[in-house]
């Protein structure tokens, strides 16, 4: 067997490798906005990946909305939010999915999540 001699130098490009896989994982958490404005969520539409956050924001200077998923494999309820308060969920389940606000019936936001 030939003995290991990397040394400091050797931990130190391991400490940066694993640094910078860390970092790009926290990058690629970065949640999608969807905002809700004038009774619509924008975009209307959107696909994401399983496990990916989106994170809903009240853009509307009086009015109150209230997002939610009732599906038979994945649900959520933002409650009431303020205008200005923002609320975040992680698509666990892949599928395609309606989100609907509970105050405006007319608003809808699809959303396919792939694998």
Same mark, same amino acid.
């Given at each position: 067997m030939i003995? +290991?001699? =990397?040394? =400091? %130098?050797?931990f130190r490009i391991t400490a940066i490798i694993v640094g910078g896989l860390l970092a790009g994982a926290t990058l690629g958490? =970065?949640?999608?906005? $969807? +905002?809700q404005k004038d009774r619509e969520f924008r975009p209307k539409e959107i696909i994401i990946?399983? !496990?990916e956050t989106l994170r809903f924001v009240n853009d509307d200077g009086e009015l109150l909305h209230h997002a939610y998923l009732s599906s038979d494999t994945f649900e959520f309820d933002s409650g009431d939010q303020q205008p200005g308060s923002q609320f *975040? #969920?992680? %698509? +666990? #389940?892949? !599928? *395609?999915?309606? #989100?609907?606000?509970? $105050?405006?019936p007319k608003m809808k936001l699809g959303v396919h999540v792939t694998k």
């Amino acid at each position: 067997m030939i003995p +290991s001699r =990397t040394g =400091t %130098f050797g931990f130190r490009i391991t400490a940066i490798i694993v640094g910078g896989l860390l970092a790009g994982a926290t990058l690629g958490a =970065t949640p999608h906005v $969807i +905002s809700q404005k004038d009774r619509e969520f924008r975009p209307k539409e959107i696909i994401i990946k399983r !496990g990916e956050t989106l994170r809903f924001v009240n853009d509307d200077g009086e009015l109150l909305h209230h997002a939610y998923l009732s599906s038979d494999t994945f649900e959520f309820d933002s409650g009431d939010q303020q205008p200005g308060s923002q609320f *975040d #969920v992680v %698509f +666990s #389940v892949a !599928g *395609d999915y309606t #989100v609907l606000c509970g $105050i405006h019936p007319k608003m809808k936001l699809g959303v396919h999540v792939t694998k």
